[in-house]
C-alpha cells in the first residue's frame, strides 16, 4: 500500500509542479558532476593529447648517456609505444660549403605524438603518407637549404646523405629562438655509419613514450626512481612544456569550481528538502490520526523521496550525457572521437544524486516523521526540534563526502567544506547584526518601503538565514566569475592577436639597418630587438665551476652550466620579468639573474659572476633575481646585463615580429637578401597553443554557467523558502483589504534590501576569498574589482525582488481563504 | 442505542507547562458515552474542547486520568498501539476538511482504508462517494471541489472503515447555512446507518441539538447540558457553571 500510496503521490505532485524545486537541485547536482566528470575527463585527455604533440610523445626520458635496456623492456611489457632518438651538433659539408647542424637521428615509429610538417611548392603538409627518411636520405630545415645553396646531397661525418625532404617543423622542436644551428633529421641506424659520435662526445639521448594513462603511470613509478642525477623525466606538464602551467592551472580551477558547484547545488537541495518536507507535515498529521503506523509512513515517505530522487538523479545523468554530447560538438574531430568510460560519471553522479538527496533531507525528514498526529486540531505543532547543528552536521559531511568522491583529494576537499562553513559563519554574524542595526519601525500598512522594513526586523532571525543562502550564491558566483576571467586575460595577455609569430636571429650589427629598413618597407613591425653575447660563466664568488661530464668523472667543485649562455643588456626590465629580490640594474657592473637558474646554481644578491666571453674575463655582481614567465613564447634571458658591461664584445642581434598569413613572401626574400639571418616560424606552435586555450576556457565557461545555474536555483529556493515564513501575514494584510500593489512593493522591496545587503556582503567575502585563492592557489595578480561594489548589490537587490515579487504574485491570485488555510 | 460504553473517562486531567506556570486545561472530567449514541460537546474558545476531542481519540496523552475506549484503555498503550487503535476503530471528520491536495477525491477516501489494508478499498470508495452524492466528482482534486463537496469527501473517508467511534471536528465550521444542512444531514444519516458512536465538537447550537446528548465545556470542566433528556449515563462530578447560559446562546 504504502509503495503504491508513495507512487501516487509523486506521480500528481510532480504534475502538479510542487516538485520542480528539490527535482532540478537533485537534477542539477547530479548533471553538474556526471558532465563536468564526463567533459573534464574529456577535455583533460585532450588538452594532453594536444599537449603531448609539444613533446611528440606522453613521456620522455632525456639524458646525457645511453638509456638503460631496461627501461624500454619494461614499457613494451606495459605495452607502451616507444621511439629512441639521438640529438647533437655536427658539420655539415655541401662542395665548398660547411654549417654547424643540429642532428635529429630518430627511430622507427617518431613522432609518437603530432606530425613532421614538410613543405612543398604547394605549402605546408604533414609527414603522415612519407613516414620518416629512407636509409641514406636526411631532411632539412628550410633555413639550411639556404645556407647551403639547396645542394642535392651533403655530407656527414662518413656518410653521404641525399637531401629529399624540407622540414618546416618537428613536433618537439620546442621553443628556442637561440637554436641558431638548423635541425637536421635522419634514421637513426644510419648514426654508426657516419663515425660523428665517438667516445665523450656530446650527445643528448631521448626515449619517448606513449600509450594509455594507467600504464603510463605505472611506468613512471617504475622509471623515475631509477633515473641518475644527470637523467631527466619529462611530461606534458614539466615546466619545459609552453602550456604546462596553463593546464595546471586550469585544472585547479575546473577542480574547486566543480566542487563549489556542487556544494552550490547541495544548498539548494538542503533548502529545497526543507520545504519539500514542511509541505508533508499535514499530510503525516493526517495519516498518523487515521492511524499509519511509524513503520508505513516511514516507507511511504523513503519510498516517496526514493521516487523523486530516482527523477531528479535520471534526468541529471541524461542532462550530464546532454551536456557532454553538447560540448563534445565543439571539440574537434579528433577529440571528440575520443569516448571517455561512462562507469565513472554515471557512478559519481548516482552517488551524488543520493547522498545529496538523503543526507540533506535526513533531518527535515526526521522532523517530518515526527510530526504529532495532535497537528491536525493544533495546527502550530511541529515534530521534534534537535537542532540546527545536526543538521548542519550532516549536510557538511554529505558535502565532504561527495566533494571527496569527485576531487579524491582529501585537503582540498576539507579546504572546500571550512571554506563553505566559514563562509556560512560570517555570513549568518554579519547579516544578522546587519538586519539588527536597522531602526525599530512599527507596523503601518499604508506604505509600502515602512511595510517592508518593519518586515525585515521582525523576521530577523529568518531573514539572516536568507541573507546567508542569497550570499552564498553570489559569493561563490562572483569568485569563479573573477578566477575564470582572470585566468582567460592572463593567457590572452600571454598570446595575445599579435604575438609575434616569427623569430630573426644571428643579425649581425651591420645588417641590423638594412634589415630594418626592409621590414618597414613592408610595413612590418618589429616588437622587439634584443642584442645577444655568446658568454660562458665560470666562476662565482671567485669558486671555479665544473661541468656536468667533469663531475660525473669524479671532479670536486660547484656544478656550473656546461653550456654557453645568450647574454644581452637591457636598459630598463623586459616585459613578462618580475623583480623578485634586488633592483634591476643601477650599477654598470650589476646583472640581473633569473630566479631559476639562480636557485639551481645557489646564487644569490651580491655574488660576484665571472663569465667568459670572447676570451675575455668580464666579472659584474648580481643586484637582481627576476622572475620569467618562460610560457610567453618571447624571447626571455637567464642573464641581463648593462649595455656598459656588454659594449666592448661583438654581439649579433635578435628581433621579433608578427606577420599576417598573407605575407609570407617577406619571409623568403629575408631568406635570399639576409642569408646568414635565422628565421624561426613559431606560428604553429602559436595556433596549436590557442587551440588548447580555446578547449580550456570551454571548460572554464561550461563550468561557470553550471555556477550560475546552481546559484540562481539556490535563489529560487531561498525566496521560495522565504515565501512561506511570509504567507500567513500576507493573507492576514491581504483579508483586511491591502490591495495586490501594496503587497507586491512590500514584499519586493524587502526583498530588494535583503538583495541589497546580500550584494553587498558577497562583494566583501568573494574579495578575500579571492585574495586568498589568488595568492595560494592560482599566483594571480591581486586587485580589487570596484565595479562589483555597485554591480552586486544592485543586481543582489533585483534579482531577489524579481523573485520575490513574482512569487508574490502567484501568491495573491489565491483566495484568501486558500492562503490562509495554506499558511 | 446499546447499553455498553465506546468511551468512559474517569477523572480525567490535562495540564501544560507555560512560562507563568502550569496551567490546567482539563480538570477531572468524568463522562461516559454509550455505543451508538451521538454526543455534542458545546464550549466558548479555550474552553479545552479540542483538548478533550484529542484525549478521546488517541491522539494526545493525558496527565492523569482514564480513558477507556472501546473497551481498550488508552493509558496503557504506546504511540504505535494508539495508532493501531485508531486505524481500526476511530474516524475524524475535521474543520478544514484536511483533504490530501494531490490526491483526487477517490483516492482521498481509499486512503484510510488502504492504511488498514481493507481489500477492495477502490470499490468501497466508489461505493460511499456514491453515498455521498460524488460519483462524478471521483478524479476530481481538493481545489476543484467546493467547501461542501470537500465536507462530503472527508465524510465518505471517515465512514469507509466503518468505524466503531467517529469524531468530528466542528464538521461545518468552514461552510454556508445550505451546505452545513446538506452535511449535517449526511452525517447523521450514515452515523445511524453505521451505527456510530458520533462525538462533535461544535459551536453551531443547532448541529449540537440533533445529537442525542449535549454536553457543555467550561474552563476544563464538562456538564451535561440542561433540558435534554439523559438516560443517566453522563455523569459530571463538579455543578454546572453559572454562565452556562452564554454557551447556549452561541
Known amino acids: 500500500m504504502e509503495i503504491s500510496l508513495a507512487w501516487r503521490l509523486f506521480k500528481r505532485e510532480l504534475l502538479q509542479g510542487q516538485l520542480v524545486l528539490i527535482v532540478l537541485a537533485i537534477t542539477l547536482a547530479v548533471l553538474s558532476v556526471t558532465g563536468l566528470a564526463r567533459v573534464s575527463e574529456r577535455l583533460q585527455i585532450a588538452i594532453n593529447g594536444q599537449a603531448s604533440k609539444f613533446i611528440a610523445a606522453d613521456r620522455i626520458i632525456n639524458s646525457p648517456v645511453k638509456i638503460d635496456e631496461s627501461f624500454i623492456a619494461k614499457a613494451e611489457e606495459l605495452g607502451l609505444a616507444h621511439v629512441s632518438s639521438m640529438q647533437f651538433n655536427s658539420m655539415v ?23 613532421i610538417e614538410l613543405n612543398s611548392d604547394s605549402g605546408t603538409h604533414s609527414a603522415e603518407g612519407t613516414g620518416l627518411p629512407g636509409s641514406g636520405q636526411l631532411w632539412f630545415e628550410t633555413r639550411l637549404g639556404g645556407l647551403l645553396a639547396y645542394p642535392e646531397s651533403l655530407e656527414l661525418g662518413n656518410r653521404q646523405f641525399t637531401l629529399s625532404e624540407e622540414i618546416s617543423r618537428l613536433p618537439d622542436a620546442g621553443f628556442n629562438p637561440f637554436a641558431s644551428s638548423p635541425v637536421v633529421l635522419i634514421r637513426l641506424d644510419d648514426v654508426a655509419s657516419t663515425g660523428v659520435i665517438q667516445p665523450g662526445s656530446r650527445v643528448t639521448y631521448l626515449a619517448q613514450f606513449s600509450g594509455a594513462e594507467e600504464q603510463l603511470k605505472r611506468f613512471e613509478s617504475y622509471a623515475k626512481p631509477k633515473l641518475t642525477s644527470s637523467q631527466r623525466w619529462v611530461d606534458v606538464q614539466s615546466g619545459e612544456s609552453p602550456i604546462a602551467d596553463a593546464v595546471k592551472r586550469a585544472e585547479r580551477f575546473l577542480l574547486l569550481a566543480s566542487l563549489l558547484g556542487i556544494a552550490l547545488a547541495c544548498a539548494a537541495i538542503g533548502i529545497a528538502a526543507q520545504r519539500y518536507c514542511h509541505r508533508h507535515y499535514d499530510v503525516v498529521a493526517m495519516l498518523k490520526t487515521f492511524g499509519a503506523s511509524g513503520r508505513q509512513i516511514r516507507t511511504l515517505f523513503g519510498m ?8 531528479g538523479v535520471t534526468l541529471g545523468l541524461l542532462g550530464g550525457f546532454a551536456l557532454d554530447a553538447i560540448i563534445t560538438s565543439f571539440l574537434p574531430e579528433e577529440i571528440a572521437a575520443y569516448s571517455p568510460p561512462f562507469i565513472r560519471p554515471i557512478l559519481l553522479g548516482l552517488a551524488t544524486g543520493f547522498i545529496s538527496a538523503f543526507m540533506f533531507s535526513a533531518y527535515p525528514l526526521m522532523r517530518l516523521l515526527s510530526i504529532p498526529p495532535l497537528r491536525v486540531l493544533q495546527r502550530q505543532l511541529e515534530g521534534l526540534q534537535l537542532g540546527m547543528w545536526l543538521h548542519l ?13 569527485y576531487s579524491k583529494s582529501l585537503p582540498l576537499t576539507l579546504t572546500v567544506v571550512a571554506g563553505v562553513l566559514l563562509l556560512g559563519v560570517l555570513l549568518s554574524i554579519l547579516g544578522f547584526l546587519m538586519i539588527r542595526m536597522g531602526h525599530s519601525i512599527g507596523m503601518k500598512t499604508t506604505n509600502p518601503l515602512q511595510l517592508a522594513l518593519a518586515g525585515l526586523r521582525r523576521r530577523a532571525k529568518q531573514n539572516a538565514v536568507q541573507l546567508v543562502g542569497f550570499s552564498s550564491a553570489l559569493v561563490l558566483l562572483l569568485t569563479i566569475l573573477a578566477l575564470r576571467q582572470d585566468l582567460l586575460s592572463e593567457w590572452q595577455n600571454q598570446l595575445p592577436e599579435n604575438a609575434p609569430n616569427y623569430f630573426l636571429v644571428n643579425i649581425s650589427p651591420d645588417e641590423e639597418a638594412a634589415l630594418g629598413d626592409y621590414l618597414k618597407a613592408n610595413t612590418v613591425k618589429t616588437t622587439d630587438i634584443y642584442p645577444v653575447v655568446r658568454g660562458r660563466l665560470t666562476e662565482i664568488n671567485g669558486e671555479r665551476l665544473i661541468s656536468a661530464e667533469q663531475e660525473k ?6 656544478l656550473g652550466i656546461s653550456r654557453e649562455l645568450n647574454l644581452t643588456w637591457r636598459d630598463a626590465l623586459p616585459p613578462n620579468n618580475e623583480i623578485l629580490e634586488g633592483e634591476f640594474n643601477a650599477n654598470e657592473d650589476d646583472v640581473s639573474v633569473e630566479s631559476g637558474v639562480a636557485e639551481r646554481l645557489g646564487i644569490k644578491i651580491g655574488d660576484s659572476l665571472t663569465y667568459v666571453i670572447d676570451n675575455q674575463r668580464l666579472v659584474v655582481n648580481v643586484a637582481s633575481l627576476r622572475a620569467v614567465h618562460w610560457e610567453t613564447l618571447q624571447p626571455n634571458f637567464f642573464m641581463i646585463f648593462t649595455h656598459a658591461s656588454l659594449a666592448p664584445f661583438s654581439h649579433t642581434s635578435m628581433a621579433s615580429f608578427h606577420l599576417e598569413d598573407n605575407k609570407q613572401g617577406v619571409i623568403l626574400d629575408i631568406i635570399k637578401q639576409f642569408p646568414t639571418v635565422s ?19 570551454l571548460s572554464l565557461t561550461l563550468v561557470l554557467v553550471l555556477v550560475v545555474l546552481a546559484s540562481s536555483l539556490v535563489m529560487i529556493a531561498q525566496t521560495e523558502a522565504g515565501m512561506a515564513t511570509r504567507q500567513r501575514e500576507l493573507a492576514v494584510l491581504r483579508t483586511f483589504g491591502a490591495s495586490g500593489w501594496l503587497l507586491r512593493m512590500a514584499t519586493g522591496l524587502e526583498f530588494a534590501l535583503l538583495g541589497t545587503v546580500a550584494g553587498f556582503l558577497a562583494v566583501i567575502v568573494a574579495e578575500f576569498t579571492l585574495y586568498l585563492l589568488k595568492t595560494q592557489v592560482f599566483e594571480l595578480n591581486v586587485y580589487m574589482h570596484w565595479p562589483w561594489w555597485g554591480i552586486a548589490p544592485v543586481c543582489g537587490a533585483l534579482t531577489v525582488a524579481l523573485l520575490g515579487v513574482w512569487r508574490c504574485r502567484q501568491l495573491l491570485s489565491k483566495s484568501c481563504a486558500d492562503l490562509l488555510k495554506a499558511g | 442505542m446499546s447499553e455498553v460504553s465506546a468511551i468512559t473517562v474517569k477523572n480525567l486531567v490535562k495540564s501544560v507547562a507555560t512560562q507563568e506556570g502550569e496551567l490546567t486545561i482539563l480538570n477531572g472530567i468524568n463522562m461516559d458515552v454509550k455505543q451508538g449514541q451521538s454526543i455534542a460537546i458545546l464550549g466558548p474558545s479555550g474552553s479545552g474542547k479540542s483538548t478533550l476531542l484529542g484525549l478521546l481519540a488517541a491522539l494526545d496523552t493525558p496527565t492523569s486520568g482514564e480513558i477507556i475506549l472501546d473497551g481498550v484503555a488508552l493509558q496503557s498503550l504506546d504511540e504505535e498501539k494508539k495508532a493501531a487503535l485508531r486505524k481500526q476503530k476511530v474516524s475524524f471528520i475535521f474543520q478544514s476538511f484536511m483533504l490530501v491536495d494531490t490526491l483526487n477525491a477517490l483516492e482521498n477516501v481509499m486512503l484510510p482504508a488502504e492504511l488498514a489494508g481493507i481489500n477492495r478499498a477502490k470499490e468501497k470508495a466508489e461505493a460511499m462517494l456514491e453515498r455521498v452524492g460524488l460519483s462524478h466528482r471521483l478524479t476530481h482534486f481538493p481545489n476543484q471541489l467546493s467547501g461542501g463537496e470537500q465536507q462530503r469527501v472527508a465524510i465518505a473517508r471517515a465512514f469507509i472503515c466503518e468505524p466503531k467511534v467517529l469524531f468530528a471536528d466542528e464538521p461545518t465550521g468552514n461552510l454556508d447555512a445550505v451546505n452545513s444542512e446538506k452535511v449535517a444531514n449526511m452525517l447523521f444519516e450514515l452515523n445511524r446507518e453505521c451505527e456510530t458512536t458520533l462525538v462533535l465538537v461544535t459551536h453551531d447550537l443547532v448541529l449540537a441539538k440533533r445529537c442525542e446528548r449535549q454536553l457543555l465545556m467550561d474552563t476544563g470542566v464538562i456538564t451535561e447540558s440542561p433540558g435534554e433528556p439523559s438516560d443517566g449515563s453522563a455523569l459530571s462530578s463538579k455543578p454546572a457553571p453559572s454562565h452556562l447560559a452564554s454557551v447556549e446562546a452561541l
Open chain 1, 304 to 311: 516517496h523521496l526514493l521516487l523523486v530522487t530516482l527523477f
Open chain 1, 553 to 558: 668523472a669524479g671532479a670536486k667543485g660547484r
Open chain 1, 393 to 405: 552536521l550532516l549536510s557538511l559531511s554529505a558535502m565532504a563526502l561527495l566533494g571527496y568522491l
Open chain 1, 93 to 115: 659539408f655541401a662542395e665548398d660549403k660547411f654549417q654547424l647542424v643540429t642532428v635529429r637521428a630518430v627511430g622507427e615509429g617518431y613522432p609518437l605524438k603530432g606530425k
Open chain 1, 679 to 697: 628565421i624561426i616560424d613559431v606560428g604553429t606552435m602559436i595556433k596549436q597553443l590557442r587551440q588548447i586555450i580555446d578547449q580550456v576556457s
